[in-house]
């Protein structure tokens, strides 16, 4: 059975420690993302895609509409974790696939949308949410917006209100 | 023959280049030197080597030259002209040789036309120019020579890749080039006059057609690039805050806010330091942008074949281009005396406000974009995506549309609230009259519903300029600002239309069912086997009808190429006034049954359709701006015949 | 303002040399669980091919430390590491596997071709299992210890020298 829209996701690991890979005879693909992705496709013969069918829900949406947009606006912030950067609602590799089914049976069974969230967090670390929780690490990502808005309103008072 | 002659262009061309930084650096110092006089002939010469340079690669490109390296990497003897032609800039070393001769020309128009300027600022700006384009030369012809030449030429090329001709992934890279390029022009120009000092309207008004034909071509570019997004990748997102877009989007709010300073500085002799600072940063971000999507130091779904190599070779034209301006900027600082005072309420008020909040989007944008790679320092991985540039950009943008709303009713200098307070309060009622109708009808989130009423908001506000002024006798230019305004709030309101109110159904339907999107009814005719010259696809044949209506023919495609292997899909779009239905197929299911995607997605459209308003309004005062140069430049020369005539 | 320009101009060099040292790591491509130290989520997987006994957390929690291997064989590493799984059967370990979406016959093919070091071999066919331990990819390792609990992670095939850390970590998962 072949996935729902076919683009060839694969990324096995590639070799620990190897550094990053040039490529060099696919300098010439530049600027295409796509390129990009059959380039990591190309290092595995394509026969090699697991053949089984996506996971119930990859492709279905919950009866409930209103169920659906909560697990479809939560799909759209958890990131894929075999793409270069995509949503797992925006990605048709298996394993996306396999994260929406995770995604919309919780929801289904009534979980919310934070502990679904809070569930793959507790398995991959931040790096699978692409809404980034206040934490010790990611503090200045929150008050530096606030220095700015300060520092905005600093120097638009200085500056135009001054010459009152 | 024609490689080593391109190549010998273009090491002529850095020697010039070389020449043009000395000359001028000597002219700096000392204007009654001799060497001053060669820093424009030198620009212009340079200009046509690089058109030389540029040219033998173009040729090489059509005739497929497969002794050439990067023809036999990038192109194929059997590729259509227009794509071979497109093939030349469609890779790295191309890329970088058509930056470097836009640059080339660039200068050597300025070096042949430009005399408003005092001619020391010339001078030092035209030698910025060389500083910068010498970093460039020396990337190409020690890291990046595209006319190298293979040994055993290939008997065909590798490059096929049906997924590359597409015209308008063809057309993407010299449309942003032409915008950064441009850029490059306006920061040159800015190192210039930090350097000599003249930092005044003049300058201001030499600088601005460059910014705005860059910015322009940003625009359309930025544009372009979301829409091939928005029907090539099959999820009908257009825009994800993805490090290479934003690499695209930095630049653009830097140049936005640099466009509007600009025109200050030229009418009014006001906002001297934020324009400097702004001419930096635009180019600056336009460096950042190459470095960071060359460098592959961020993970990207758009990322380019990317090399740490050439990436160090960037960082190095950067740290020593940004930080020299930023250098610069810092210790000229007590040099740029005050310009003339304007009060709160005034256009330079909201210009005032304006750039301020572009820049705090921009660095917003900038920390965002590059917090995953601090922290990956520390070993820490975290992803930073929609969820936080949403909101926090808005809370910037937001109360920017509102000033964007009623700056441009506002008289220089000083102007007072009594006399805008009618248009400022039809303003609101509209405002509010869309935020009230909206919300009760339509419970929708608080982004998008603010979204859709302030752009509202702005779509009046931005006509009402012309209220009062005979529409004959307009300028250009204000016409420009009119259009673009509108153009924003048009794309503003495809894109919290589309956010709220999209539609989507997932499902598995078997040949004959009909399924509801929205207003729409869809039926599943069929799925077909279909070929084409270097594919096979199956194709679905949906019937679609709007309302009841009668119903039109779609048929989107799970496309499979076999040279190189790969597979695709091809959305099906239908359009109407009011939006789109894009549809895709996907793979067979249980039962005989076909997956099939389908969204209705209301005033998408437009998004791309507001992005062309901006860039058209662009180009109605960019027109303008000419034209008003021309009839000056006859006028004095008119002026200097008479003077002769009668003396 | 003067101080606010000599900051732009501190934070472009602070910028710089984050790129500087940032180009001169090599790029960490994986994605570590995060549930190291964590206990093994409950699970019961069905047996993947005929001649080997399913997965369960409960078969992992039996007092023995053993080394569970996520691989496919759809997985062209997974066949590459074999060898070393082969040198760690021999050299003591219990290995078990989860085999990810993946045919019997395909499994039982893969198993004939490369060699069957495992002892038992849970069928995951929608990466249920392997969502659940924070993997993200095969050939994944994971040393779990008596009690169930994930001690370490190694990500990608195993190669020559890996096979004495993992030995090293198993030993530790068992004191």
Redesign the interface.
């Known amino acids: ?8 996701r694969c ?7 190897k ?2 890979v ?2 060099p ?15 990591s ?2 290092a ?3 026969s ?6 996506p ?2 829900y990859a ?3 919950i009866d409930d509409p209103e169920l659906e947009a909560k697990a ?1 606006a939560l799909m ?2 958890l ?1 894929c ?7 797992i ?2 990605s048709d590799a ?2 996306a696939g ?2 929406r ?2 995604v919309r049976s919780r929801i289904a069974a009534g979980e919310s949308p934070e502990q679904v969230r809070a569930w ?13 929780a206040v934490s010790s ?2 503090w ?2 929150f008050a ?2 606030l220095l ?2 300060a ?2 309103a600093f ?2 008072f200085r ?3 001054r ?2 | 023959m024609i490689a080593e002659l391109g190549l010998a262009a273009l090491w002529l061309a850095a020697a010039l280049a070389g020449l043009q930084l000395l000359a001028g650096v000597v002219g700096l110092r000392d204007s009654g030197a001799r060497i001053a006089a060669l820093v424009r002939p030198a620009a212009v010469v340079q200009a046509l080597l690089c058109a030389l340079a540029f040219g033998a690669l173009l040729l090489l490109f059509i005739r497929t030259d497969l002794s050439v390296a990067l023809v036999a990497r990038n192109s194929h003897s059997a590729k259509p002209f227009i794509f071979k032609l497109a093939g030349t800039w469609g890779n790295h070393e191309g890329s970088m040789l058509l930056w470097v001769s836009v640059m080339a020309l660039a200068g050597g128009l300025i070096g042949l036309l430009e005399r408003r300027l005092p001619e020391r600022t010339m001078i030092a700006t035209l030698a910025a120019q060389a500083f910068v384009g010498l970093g460039f030369y020396a990337f190409l012809l020690f890291s990046s020579n595209p006319f190298e030449r293979l040994a055993q030429p290939p008997a065909e090329g590798m490059g096929l890749n049906p997924l590359l001709q597409d015209i308008g992934l063809a057309m993407h890279p010299p449309t942003l080039y032409m915008g950064y390029v441009g850029l490059s022009v306006a920061f040159s120009f800015a190192v210039g006059a930090l350097l000599t000092r003249q930092v005044t309207p003049d300058f201001a008004k030499v600088m601005r057609p460059w910014v705005l034909g860059a910015w322009i071509f940003l625009t359309l570019g930025i544009t372009a690039g979301s829409y091939w997004a928005y029907y090539e990748l099959g999820w009908g997102g257009w825009w994800f805050w993805d490090p290479v877009e934003n690499a695209s989007l930095m630049p653009w709010l830097a140049a936005t806010a640099l466009l509007h300073s600009a025109s200050v500085l030229a009418s009014r002799d006001a906002l001297r330091a934020w324009t400097i600072m702004l001419g930096v940063i635009a180019f600056s971000m336009s460096m950042l942008g190459t470095f960071l999507v060359r460098s592959g130091i961020l993970t990207s779904v758009h990322a380019f074949a990317v090399d740490p190599e050439r990436g160090t070779f960037i960082l190095a034209l950067l740290a020593l281009n940004v930080g020299g301006a930023l250098l610069l900027f810092a210790m000229r600082a007590n040099t740029i005396s005050e310009g003339q005072r304007f009060s709160v309420l005034s256009r330079e008020g909201a210009l005032v406000v304006n750039n301020v909040a572009l820049s705090a989007i921009l660095g917003i944008v900038l920390l965002g974009t590059l917090y995953p790679l601090l922290t990956e320092a520390f070993d820490v991985k975290v992803s930073v995506g929609p969820p936080y540039f949403n909101p926090v950009g808005a809370i910037f943008f937001l109360p920017m549309l509102v000033v964007l709303a009623i700056g441009p009713l506002l008289r220089w200098r000083r102007d007072s609230f009594e006399r805008i307070q009618s248009p400022v309060v039809a303003i609101a009622v509209v405002a509010l009259a869309v935020l009230a109708g909206v919300y009760f009808i339509a419970g929708i989130a608080l982004l998008p519903l603010l979204g859709l009423t302030l752009a509202a908001a702005v779509a009046v506000a931005s006509f009402l300029p012309l209220r009062g002024r005979s529409l004959r006798r307009l300028p250009s230019p204000v016409w420009g600002m009119v259009v673009a305004h509108f153009g924003v709030a048009v794309a503003l309101f495809g894109m919290a239309s589309d956010t709220a109110f999209q539609q989507e159904r997932l499902v598995a339907a078997e040949v004959g069912d009909t399924i509801e999107d929205g207003p729409w009814a869809i039926t599943l005719v069929s799925v077909e086997p279909a070929a084409g010259p270097n594919w096979t696809a199956l194709e679905a044949t949906l019937a679609a009808s709007y309302k009841g209506g009668t119903p039109s023919i779609i048929r989107p495609q799970a496309r499979s190429f076999w040279t190189p292997p790969q597979e695709t899909s091809e959305v099906a779009l239908l359009t109407r006034w009011n939006g789109q239905l894009y549809a895709a197929l996907g793979g067979e299911a249980e039962g005989d049954r076909w997956q099939l995607r389908l969204w209705w997605k209301p005033f998408v459209t437009w998004i791309w359709y507001g992005g062309v308003l901006i860039a058209l309004g662009g180009l109605l005062a960019l027109i303008g701006r000419l034209a008003g140069d021309l009839k000056r430049r006859n006028a004095r020369a008119q002026i200097a015949l008479r003077r002769e005539t009668t003396a | 303002m003067t101080w606010f320009r000599w900051i732009m101009l501190g934070l472009a060099i602070g910028l710089f040399g984050l790129f500087a040292y940032q180009l001169s790591q090599p790029k960490d491509e994986f994605i570590h669980s995060a549930m190291i130290g964590e206990t093994i989520p409950p699970f019961d997987l069905p047996p993947a091919v005929a001649d080997r006994p399913g997965l369960s957390s409960a078969d992992l929690a039996d007092g023995q430390p053993k080394l569970l291997n996520v691989f496919a064989s759809w997985c062209v590493p997974c066949a590459a590491e074999a060898p070393n799984l082969a040198r760690l059967e021999a050299a003591g370990a219990d290995i078990v596997a989860v085999a990810i979406r993946d045919r019997p016959e395909d499994v039982a093919r893969f198993l004939a071709t490369y060699g069957n070091p495992f002892t038992r071999i849970g069928k995951d066919d929608i990466s249920a299992v392997q969502l659940s331990i924070g993997s993200s990819g095969v050939p994944e390792t994971f040393v779990i210890d008596g009690d169930g609990v994930i001690r370490y992670q190694h990500m990608g095939d195993i190669r020559d020298e890996h096979v004495p850390v993992l030995l090293a970590e198993l030993r530790e998962a068992g004191e």
Not at chain 1, 11 to 17: D, F, I, K, L, T
Not at chain 1, 81 to 87: H, T
Not at chain 1, 120 to 132: F, I, M, N, T
């Open positions: 059975m072949i996935g729902f829209i076919r683009r060839p990324r096995s690991h590639p070799a620990a420690g550094p990053r040039h490529e005879l696919r300098r010439g693909f530049a600027f295409v993302g796509i390129a990009m992705l059959i380039l496709c190309l595995i013969p394509t090699a895609q697991d053949t089984l069918p996971a119930p492709y279905t949406q479809m759209e912030t990131r974790l075999k793409c270069q950067s995509q949503s609602a925006d298996p394993m396999d994260m089914h995770q793959l967090v507790a398995r991959y670390g931040d790096y699978v949410s692409y809404k980034p690490t990611t200045p990502l530096i917006p700015l808005l520092l905005v120097i638009l500056r135009l209100g010459t009152r």
